[in-house]
């Protein structure tokens, strides 16, 4: 059995695996997944991953209190419905409740669906309708929605806490492995960067009445490097990376690009993401550390697309990606071994 090292208390993702215990539901998740992969495999289509939504880190084994994040899950949801129109099947790995494609359109708190609805009573038995100036957007979003579900184009996946994450995202990688460079990893969820393992955790609701709490937590194992490494070596794999330090976006994006070798980083301000994005990533003459190129995607807070509807910057990423993707499919393959 694998331990965990108390000095140092850094977890390699052996360790983590081998001492924090599945999620319950992992089998019957993994067996979804693995039949949608192959359907998609079959019909020959591309399949992304999006991860979406930030993950809680629970203080207690029967939690009652954790550590979370700010995200909705916006640029998830976003980028799939952009997904799912390039002509991907998606696979969407998102925070319990956090946004979803179609359904992020009528948000609970900024757009409640009931706003959308009316009741019309002039026959006998009263209809509902939709409100007249919401009619054409309720009608293309449904349309979308309903032709992505007819075409089973969608799969959904839930995590709630940290571990949930770490464990789902290695069993979908694996599947996904079978698709080779048809695999694209759009990691946007908001990970934690530290946890509590269980072996650490109060059993119980913790006591208050002693002074302050002091919490020690211990590092989130690097994932990306044996989902690069071992898990998915074929898969395009793009990363973000958020900060709120304007002056430590490109280094710290470019550090990640480096560090684990992967395709692409996508760096975001907390305060501009809407607005802003760099890709990071090597340039076409090799791994030298000196070829890495930051491109800038820019939408202005005005900005509307070709149907009058808000810009979304989400749909300048997707066309980027989709692209860069193509290309590494279309790509020289390595050669066989011997
Ligand atoms: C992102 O940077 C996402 O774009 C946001 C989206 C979380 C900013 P919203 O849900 O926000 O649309 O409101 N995701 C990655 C964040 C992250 O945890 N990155 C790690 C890091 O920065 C690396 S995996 O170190």
């Not at 820019?298 to 910057?313: M, N, T």
Request: hydrophobic residues 40%; proline residues 5%.
């Amino acid at each position: 059995m694998t331990t965990i090292d108390s000095q140092q208390s850094l977890f390699s993702a052996e360790s983590y695996f081998g001492t924090q215990t599945p999620p319950p539901t992992l089998d019957q998740d993994i067996a979804g997944v693995r039949s949608f992969v192959h359907r998609q495999r079959d019909l020959g289509r591309k399949v992304v991953l999006v991860t979406s939504g930030g993950t809680t880190v629970p203080l207690e084994l029967n939690v009652v209190r954790f550590l979370d994040n700010f995200s909705a899950g916006t640029r998830g949801a976003t980028s799939a419905e952009y997904f799912l129109k390039a002509g991907y099947a998606v696979i969407f790995m998102h925070r319990q409740f956090s946004l979803q494609p179609f359904s992020r359109h009528y948000s609970h708190s900024t757009n409640p669906f009931l706003d959308f609805l009316e009741i019309e009573t002039t026959a006998d038995t009263p209809r509902i309708t939709a409100t007249p100036s919401k009619y054409d957007h309720l009608l293309e979003v449904l349309t979308a929605y309903k032709s992505v579900q007819q075409a089973g184009l969608l799969h959904t996946l839930t995590f709630v806490t940290i571990n949930d994450y770490l464990w789902l995202l290695r069993a979908v990688s694996q599947e996904l492995s079978v698709l080779g460079r048809n695999a694209l990893y759009y990691l946007a969820a908001a990970v934690s960067d530290f946890f509590l393992p269980r072996q650490k955790m109060s059993e119980h609701k913790i006591q208050s009445g002693k002074g302050s709490l002091l919490i020690e937590m211990d590092q989130v194992p690097k994932i990306l490097q044996p989902l690069i490494d071992e898990w998915t070596p074929d898969g395009f794999i793009v990363s973000f990376k958020l900060e709120t330090d304007p002056a430590l976006l490109v280094p710290k994006a470019r550090g990640a690009l480096e560090r684990y070798g992967h395709h692409l980083v996508i760096g975001n301000d907390l305060h501009r993401r809407k607005y802003e994005v760099v890709f990071v990533s090597r340039g076409h003459h090799g791994s030298a550390a000196s070829d890495v190129t930051a491109h800038w995607l820019r939408i202005s807070a005005d900005a509307v697309d070709a149907r009058g509807h808000a810009k979304e910057i989400e749909e300048d990423i997707v066309a980027e990606l989709s692209k860069r993707h193509q290309a590494w499919v279309d790509g020289p393959q390595p050669r066989p071994p011997g």
